[in-house]
T-cell receptor
């Protein structure tokens, strides 16, 4: 079955440093979604990428979808303590209606 | 602007008791998904339902677990004869009619603790 690998599992950064999490799928995806979950909270939808090579930005967050539609990344510029949380990617393969979630990357920002 | 609602938010049960978790999808959404999350782990798909139909229950244990989404009322995830290993956060998500493109919106979750 489809597998979605996400690395790293944890990332410690000093406030102001950049952060990147990577997502790789074993199969070609029709789209990929990113979620953020704060400690003790629930996953909150951030963005969906659909097109090959797509790049989308939300303020300090940059999301990319690979040309082959098998990998994706989330980059945060100049992290802040409010960025703390676990970031999940979720990939959907063509014909499927159940997204496969990566294990998530937990971001810890030290002030 | 009611999002996905889940109750209870916290549930404590003793081993052998039953747990009932409820989920009301976002207004206009007809698709409900249940996920389980253990501490420090990702989201594990359990079951996908539409009104009065179970579409995919491949992620749900065959025994003790059941789910429904009746014509009226919330979706319910039922765990019979709970064991300590059932302790986890259970999230419900809902989406609109186009499951291939519509995003899933998550509820606040039910944290189940089995004593």
């Amino acid at each position: 079955g489809q597998q979605v690998m996400q690395i790293p599992q944890y990332q410690h950064v000093q406030e102001g440093e950049d952060f990147t999490t990577y997502c790789n799928s074993s199969t070609t995806l029709s789209n990929i979604q990113w979620y953020k979950q704060r400690p003790g909270g629930h996953p909150v939808f951030l963005i969906q990428l659909v097109k090959s090579g797509e790049v989308k930005k939300q303020k300090r967050l940059t999301f990319q979808f690979g040309e082959a539609k098998k990998n994706s990344s989330l980059h945060i510029t100049a992290t802040q303590t409010t960025d703390v949380g676990t970031y999940f990617c979720a990939g959907l393969s063509g014909g499927s209606y159940i997204p496969t979630f990566g294990r998530g990357t937990s971001l810890i920002v030290h002030p | 602007n009611a999002g996905v609602m889940q109750n209870p938010r916290h549930l404590v049960r003793r081993r052998g008791q039953e747990a009932r978790l409820r989920c009301s999808p976002m207004k206009g959404h007809s698709h409900v998904y249940w996920y389980r999350q253990l501490p420090e782990e990702g989201l594990k798909f359990m079951v996908y339902l539409q009104k009065e139909n179970i579409i995919d229950e491949s992620g749900m244990p065959k025994e003790r677990f059941s789910a429904e989404f009746p014509k009226e009322g919330p979706s319910i995830l039922r765990i019979q004869q709970v064991v300590r290993g059932d302790s986890a956060a259970y999230f419900c998500a809902s989406s609109g009619t186009d499951v291939s493109t519509d995003t899933q919106y998550f509820g606040p979750g039910t944290r189940l603790t089995v004593l």
